[in-house]
Each structure stands twice: as C-alpha cells, then as structure tokens.
C-alpha cells in the first residue's frame, strides 16, 4: 500500500486530489500540503522515520506553479535525497513535460484529474515502488487505427492520424501538431514511428516524426537538408536525409 502526499496551493484542488487518492484501493493513506515549503519539511520528516516508519512517504503527487518555491524546485531537491519519495506531476500546464521527465517523474497528469487518469499515475508508481495491484489494470485501447485518443481540458477527444502533420519527442511523451493546434500525449516516439510508418510518418531526425503527405518543400542550403511542413522548417539529419529524399521521390 502506497502513502502518498498531494501538493497544491489550491485548496479545492488538493482536497479534491486528497479524496481521489485515498479512494484508490493501492494508497493506503494520502494527505496534503498547500505549498511546496510545507511538502518539504514533511518530506523531511518521513526520511527521518525511515521507509518503514509510521511517516514515511513513497509517492508525492505534486502541482508545478505555486508561490515560492515551485514543484520543479522541490523535484530538484529531492533528486538529492538517498531514497526519495517518487514524483508524480499534476499540472494544468503541457510546457514543463521534459523538465518533468529529466526529473525521473514517474508521470505527468494534467488537470482537470480524471479518476481514470489517476488510477494510471498511481499504478506506475505501485510498480516502480513493487507494489502489487490488488485489481487488474484495465488496458486503454484505441478507438480504430484511424484516429489517436488525447486528452484536452479532462476531455478524451479523438483525433484522426491524416490530420497529424509531424510528431516531435517530449521525453517520455510525443506531441502532436496538427493545423489547429498540438497535443501532448504519453506514447514514445519510437512507438508512434512503428505504428504509423504504413500511413506514410517517417522520421527525419531523432526528435521528429513526419507524415510525408503534409511536407510541402525539401530544402538543401550548404549541405544541411529541411523540410517544410506547413509553415514550419524541420530539420532532417544526415541518418535520415537520403531515405526521406528517395521516398519524397517515389511519392505520387
């Protein structure tokens, strides 16, 4: 069983994160902090009772824009811990991910929290801590191959692949841009490079992924190769450049 430590300088928020936690049949207790100095010095005291003491922490679900001292701030400091707690971000902002994720967070749930979604936070860390699940984890499945689920303001919303134009690499996430906007979703990179390479994505570089349909130009300039995808240069590496040039050729 997992205790946990939510932080938030919301206090709707966190009373409302509190509650979903200790629902979750994997916490065994959860409780909150309203600010980051706070979470600290409970921190604090959880890594003096030990990992088996009466205070012990194994999981903080943190909020990253407070006052003073922020969620990534106390994410850094507790990279220089022995053991500490495991991160889990809980944020209404997509813009930190990779700073999250070069902080070994163990996940990044964006808000408003879903209960689906949390579940999903809580079973990461109750693996990465050796925790077994007392229910089975219920797998998420794509609504067909022609469209990619995402999640905007709590919604899940399905996008269709064709109107995906490139694909760029946030850590442990992928964001998708399409002409109206991008979303950021948990799926690796090498993952969607696999899974979309019949539908004509190809990578150009080891942050991008391309769907060959939406580039518009192919630019040499001094030896280096780009793209046009829209209104956006990409670059492609010298790894990639000769296949993307041969397979811009054959495409009708």
Do not use: C
């Amino acid at each position: 069983m997992l205790r946990a430590l939510a932080v938030d300088d919301e206090r709707p928020t966190l009373e409302e994160l509190v509650y979903l936690l200790n629902a979750d049949p994997r916490i065994g207790a959860a409780e909150g902090a309203s600010d980051a100095t706070e979470a600290l010095r409970r921190i604090n005291r959880a890594l003096e009772s030990g990992p088996d003491g009466p205070d012990a922490i194994d999981v903080v679900f943190l909020d990253i824009q407070m006052p003073g001292l922020d969620g990534l701030d106390l994410a850094r400091l507790l990279t220089g811990f022995a053991r500490p707690p495991l991160v889990v971000f809980v944020t209404a902002h997509e813009d930190f991910a990779v700073q999250a994720f070069d902080l070994d967070a163990v996940d990044y749930v964006l808000k408003p929290v879903r209960r689906e979604r949390l579940a999903e936070a809580v079973r990461r860390a109750a693996e990465q801590r050796g925790a077994t699940p007392p229910s089975p984890r219920i797998p998420v499945h794509e609504p067909d191959l022609d469209h990619i689920t995402v999640e905007l303001g709590g919604v899940a919303r399905f996008v269709p692949v064709d109107d995906i134009t490139h694909v760029e690499a946030q850590g442990d996430y992928a964001r998708l841009h399409t002409d109206k906007g991008s979303h950021l979703v948990r799926i690796p990179l090498a993952t969607l490079e696999e899974r979309w390479r019949a539908r004509g994505f190809v990578r150009i570089h080891r942050r991008h992924l391309v769907a060959l349909r939406h580039i518009g130009e192919l630019r040499l300039d001094a030896g280096t190769v780009s793209v046009l995808v829209g209104t956006e240069e990409l670059q492609v590496s010298r790894r990639h450049a000769r296949e993307l040039r041969d397979l811009l050729m054959r495409r009708p």
